[in-house]
């Protein structure tokens, strides 16, 4: 994603869906106790106050009427394309069990739900987008988990285990270990969907409707890789999910009015309704780490997903409370704030193949349980012919060689030193040998042109300074400052971050002729032979040189100046002496009070030259020799 860029936010959509009665003699008694208002908004009685109604608003409300195509194209496949985008999106289907989720989400063979069609949808879209000539190729993979009682079980594979939820460093969430079935029509998802939800109802019935206390979660990934430079890479997630039933397991029967109960049995389920008060309340801390539910939702809720939340109700007056809680729910996750950003990163794996049945891979151990035999049956997700096509369309060394030589340059040696770590090399370069040897050369040959124009570079130089040399009066007629010399530049090494004081040349000049001289500036002509490049007789080259000459005089009234410095001066006034630092000034002072004044300047320049260290450890043992000679005396 762009950095820094905060995306801009998008609002968890609610849609509220009542179903029909499926208790036909209950309808005929007329125990609606829910009904909608308009497209937006439903009422529900106050079971408080019967002369009173509640009403609720959301973004959409869907009458005991609608279909299910009504539901899915209101409010699910708008969110779709977003998918494309590299951004993620989620639908959650809430409510009481036997309000209508698995209804709205799976459907019937007569009258498919969410999880259908957007598939159906979303493999047409990829199909459309990653079509020959477009600019990504995508591919897209199916996982399918449930979450019971606070467990990750991998409804693709039964056998696994529990597994983890983790996080990678750009806030993406990971379940390694989890099957991802690689997808490219609707008859290689049923093959794995089926099956996976067969297994769930087995065990619903086995275990005591296991159903409606899991959380069914569909996971669908869009890959996309960019065809050309910048070999952009963008993966969208999206998540189904039938969420167990919200009513309090802990009651049972179903006769009468449901009393509801504090407390909660899912404790996902219960952590998701804090999690949604938290972002509601913009507290600092989101408790999405609760429950694996939230975890896995992190980045669909509050996160970085489009999300649309279809609470079911029920008409009839038995779910009344469960209704109510459904709405009251629904009404606070209307106020959360998503920022959906792009998933984008570039590719690391060009030209890797996109493997077709895999796990979310982390460490070894997963890798290796990933590895079966279907593998190898199912091959690639794109058609092998378009695979082909493609990759002969955009060769490795095409995309490379539109690289920057530097980067190119970088990466090769990159390739080399992983490849004498005995390592495949970077992924990158894992080009074919002949083509990675052409790419060397180019870079070769880029550096011997480079080389060249600096030997070039280098001819010009002396051919200017020959002219210089053959033609004096032409150098004469240049001034001082104008005069530079290319031969004398290329052997100047520059030194940076020190400070240097340039005096021009003209207050030198003003100060040599000043009639008050003590200090003068002598031009000296010195001959000095330069080498040649091509070999030839090096050549003789006059160059000018500046001495400065001081007067005795004001050389002993200079010397004397220090040394009076040296003698009265505080430590403070002592700083100012070049080289002198704190440290240095206080050991000299020190010095003088053992052994009286400095009698010369040489004395300083003793001290000078010494690092702190070795003058304190010279003084030390002056004073321990002093202190050694009070003592003897004392005795004495
Ligand atoms: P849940 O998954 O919430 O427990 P189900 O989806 O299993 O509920 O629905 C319970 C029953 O109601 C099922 O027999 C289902 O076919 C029926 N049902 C739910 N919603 C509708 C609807 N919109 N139209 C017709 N029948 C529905
Ligand atoms: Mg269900």
Redesign the pocket.
């Known amino acids: 994603m762009g950095a820094g860029r905060r995306p801009p936010p998008a609002r968890v959509r609610v849609a509220v869906?009542?179903?029909?009665f499926?208790d036909e003699t209950a309808g005929a008694n007329g125990t609606f106790c829910v009904r909608g208002l308009d497209s937006c908004s439903l009422e529900i009685a106050n079971w408080r106050n019967h002369q009173e109604t509640l009403k609720y608003q959301f973004d959409a409300f869907y009458g005991?009427r609608?279909s299910?195509q009504d539901i899915y194209a209101g409010s699910v496949q708008p969110i779709l394309r977003h998918l494309l985008e590299g951004q993620n999106a989620s639908v959650l289907?809430y409510?009481?069990?036997?309000?209508?989720?698995?209804?709205?989400?799976?459907g019937?063979p007569e009258?498919p739900g969410v999880i259908p069609r957007a598939l159906m949808d979303l493999l047409q879209l990829t199909r459309e987008e990653g079509a020959e000539g477009r600019p990504w190729t995508l591919s897209v993979t199916m996982s399918y988990l449930e979450i019971y009682q606070e467990k990750v079980l991998d409804l693709l594979d039964p056998a696994s285990g529990d597994l983890v939820i983790r996080e990678d460093c750009r806030g993406n969430i990971l379940i390694p270990g989890l099957t991802q079935k690689p997808i490219t029509s609707f008859a290689d998802f049923e093959r794995h969907f089926l099956p996976a939800s067969r297994n769930r109802t087995v065990g619903a019935t086995r275990l005591n409707q296991r159903?409606?206390r899991s959380h069914a979660v569909l996971l669908v990934k869009v890959d996309q890789r960019e065809r050309l430079a910048p070999f952009r890479q963008r993966e969208g997630k999206l998540y189904l999910i039938?969420l167990a039933?919200s009513e309090d397991n802990r009651r049972t029967g179903n006769k009468g009015l449901r009393l509801k109960e504090s407390g909660a049995i899912n404790t996902s389920l219960f952590v998701l309704g804090k999690v949604v008060d938290a972002l509601n309340q913009g507290l600092p801390r989101v408790p999405y780490r609760d429950s694996k539910l939230t975890r896995l939702l992190q980045d669909s809720l509050g996160g970085s997903a489009h999300s649309i939340l279809i609470a079911?109700i029920?008409p009839e007056r038995c779910f009344y409370l469960d209704t109510v809680s459904a709405l009251n729910f629904a009404a606070r996750s209307k106020e959360v704030i998503n920022r959906p950003f792009t998933n984008e990163s570039l590719q690391l794996h060009v030209f890797a193949p996109v493997k077709l049945s895999q796990k979310e891979q982390l460490g070894p151990s997963e890798a290796k349980k990933t590895r079966g035999p279907e593998e190898e049956e199912i091959g690639n997700p794109e058609p092998p012919a378009l695979l082909a096509s493609a990759s002969q369309k955009f060769s490795p060394l095409q995309k490379l060689s539109n690289m920057d030589p530097a980067m190119l340059k970088h990466l090769l040696s990159l390739d080399r030193l992983l490849g004498s770590q005995g390592t495949q090399g970077t992924p990158l370069l894992s080009t074919p040998r002949r083509e990675r040897m052409v790419l060397m050369k180019t870079v070769e040959e880029k550096d011997l042109e480079i080389e060249r124009l600096k030997m070039k570079q280098k001819e010009l130089e002396a051919k200017v300074l020959a002219q210089e040399a053959v033609d004096p009066k032409e150098k004469e007629k240049l001034s001082p400052t104008m005069h530079q010399p290319l031969a004398r530049r290329t052997v100047t090494v520059a030194k940076p971050l020190k400070k240097a004081v340039v005096i021009p040349l003209q207050l030198i000049q003003e100060q040599a002729a000043s009639p008050n001289a003590d200090i003068h500036i002598l031009k000296k002509s010195r001959k000095k032979k330069l080498e040649c490049l091509d070999g030839s007789e090096p050549l003789e080259k006059a160059e000018d040189c500046w001495e400065l000459q001081i007067s005795p005089e004001l050389l002993v009234h200079g010397r004397q100046k220090i040394l009076d410095l040296l003698n009265e001066g505080s430590a403070r006034d002592l700083r100012s002496l070049q080289r002198i630092g704190q440290k240095k000034a206080q050991l000299i002072v020190g010095w003088r009070k053992l052994h009286g004044p400095f009698s010369q300047v040489e004395d300083l320049e003793r001290v000078k030259v010494m690092s702190g260290k070795q003058l304190e450890s010279f003084l030390k043992a002056n004073i321990l020799g002093l202190a050694a000679a009070g003592q003897h005396c004392g005795a004495s």
Not at 17 to 20: A, S, V
Not at 99 to 106: I, R
């Open positions: 869906r009542l179903r029909p499926v005991e609608s299910q289907a409510g009481p069990t036997g309000a209508g989720k698995t209804h709205t989400m799976l019937s009258q159903s409606s039938d039933g079911n029920a």
